[in-house]
């Protein structure tokens, strides 16, 4: 797998041909903070040949892919889908997101961040009517998600920070 770092990939983009961005994100998450021009394909979803195939149409193209992190696996399974696809040229950034904003380099936005609460102090009764569980999971073709009532409970808070 080729890798390039974020250093690197602000110079190609910098240049006369540059590389396509593939940002293979969840779509939230790209909203949240992308690479400018970068488009957003989610490889966890099971239209991502479908929308590849919108995206690009030469395999021989120049691709980068963008993940979250360096932990983050979903730009190397982008690789290996788009390299059982035919495509010939495609790098991986290196440390995803993560690194690039770390670097320094510009990011932009099509979402409002959210505002961050003050967590207040002690012990906190959950109000029951109008607090729930939200749950969602996920695997390479589907998102599942529910809600769990809740009976009775408390939170303790400590400096802002949760506790218990």
Do not use: Y
Not at 107 to 117: C, D, K, V
């Amino acid at each position: 797998m080729k890798t390039l770092s974020p250093t690197e990939l602000q110079a190609e983009l910098r240049s006369e041909s540059p590389p396509l961005v593939l940002d293979v994100r969840l779509a939230d998450d790209f909203a949240a903070g992308q690479i400018a021009a970068a488009l957003n394909n989610c490889v966890f979803e099971v239209a991502f040949h479908e929308r590849l195939a919108e995206q690009v149409t030469d395999k021989l193209q120049r691709i980068v892919l963008v993940g979250a992190s360096r932990s983050s696996e979903e730009a190397r399974m982008a690789f290996e889908k788009l390299e059982r696809a035919g495509f010939s040229d495609v790098s991986i950034l290196e440390g995803g997101m993560e690194e690039w904003v770390a670097a320094g380099f510009a990011i932009q936005s099509s979402a409002l961040p959210p505002s961050q609460p003050t967590a207040p102090d002690g012990r906190l009764s959950v109000d029951l009517t109008e607090s729930r569980v939200e749950w969602i999971g996920r695997n390479l073709l589907n998102k599942h998600w529910g809600t769990v009532v809740i009976k009775s409970g408390a939170i303790d808070c400590a400096a802002g920070k949760l506790t218990g």
